[in-house]
């Protein structure tokens, strides 16, 4: 066995960990969206550990805001604040 095969190594710049290395020659320098249409399913979700961290502290705020607010009109508010957030780094990043 060859030493690069032993480690799952490749000449395709693949890491091995399901996406291309900074500066491989398959990445070309871009960065993989955030957020990206749903395998099933309609609509976008999280595909890499930033989306995932965001979504998470997402739910947070909204299970915080929703515990401390009690029936208060400005949850509404921070429910659309939050939805606001995904959809302009959704449209950020699809540039």
């Known amino acids: 066995m060859r030493s690069d095969q032993q480690f799952g190594?490749?000449?395709s710049g693949?890491?091995?960990?399901?996406?291309?290395?900074?500066?491989?020659?398959?990445?070309a320098g871009k960065?993989?969206?955030?957020y990206g249409p749903r395998r099933f399913g309609f609509g976008y979700g999280p595909q890499t550990w930033q989306g995932y961290l965001v979504t998470a502290l997402s739910v947070a705020v909204l299970i915080g805001a929703g515990t401390v607010a009690?029936?208060?009109?400005w949850f509404y508010a921070?429910?659309?604040?939050?939805?606001?957030?995904?959809?302009?780094?959704?449209?950020?990043?699809?540039?």
């Open 14 to 27: 693949d890491s091995g960990w399901g996406s291309p290395m900074p500066g491989g020659s398959g990445s």
């Open 31 to 34: 960065r993989r969206p955030w």
């Open 9 to 11: 190594d490749t000449d």
């Open 78 to 95: 921070v429910v659309v604040a939050v939805i606001v957030v995904h959809l302009a780094i959704i449209a950020i990043q699809r540039r």
């Open 70 to 73: 009690k029936g208060a009109h």
